[in-house]
């Protein structure tokens, strides 16, 4: 059974800082890429950053500089690190593990940033 577990969530001053956890089982978790998406109340999800089972990553425009996309095939673990938050950072947090046509996806974490 696959289960993406994400944590690390909470409520920060703008200008603070996360670090999301997600952590992967039942599946082999180097071949597949993840991803950290985003769903703010009423929006759509959007994608925040990748990083590939050979470790390069890409982010969203709205967070480069200031995110940071991580993994540990050592602990079937993926981060994400936020700094210089902003109130329009705040939504659910997903991660997502694919490969090929698979993709599964954690049940999320809420990341809200005061102002």
Excluded: H
């Excluded at 993406?4 to 180097?30: K, M, N, P, Y």
């Excluded at 425009?61 to 936020?82: A, C, E, H, P, W």
């Excluded at 700094?83 to 046509?101: F, Q």
């Amino acid at each position: 059974q696959v289960q993406l577990v994400e944590s690390g969530g909470g409520l920060v001053q703008a200008g603070g800082s996360l670090r999301l956890s997600c952590a992967a089982s039942g599946i082999t978790f180097s071949i597949y890429t993840m991803d950290w998406y985003r769903q703010a109340p009423g929006k759509q999800r959007d994608l925040v950053a990748t990083i590939t089972r050979g470790g390069s990553t890409n982010y969203a425009d709205s967070v480069k500089g200031r995110f940071t996309i991580s993994r540990d095939n050592t602990k079937n673990m993926v981060y994400l690190q936020m700094n210089s938050l902003r109130p329009e950072d705040t939504a659910v947090y997903y991660c997502s593990a694919r490969v090929g046509s698979n993709i599964y996806w954690g049940q999320g974490t809420q990341v809200t940033v005061s102002s």
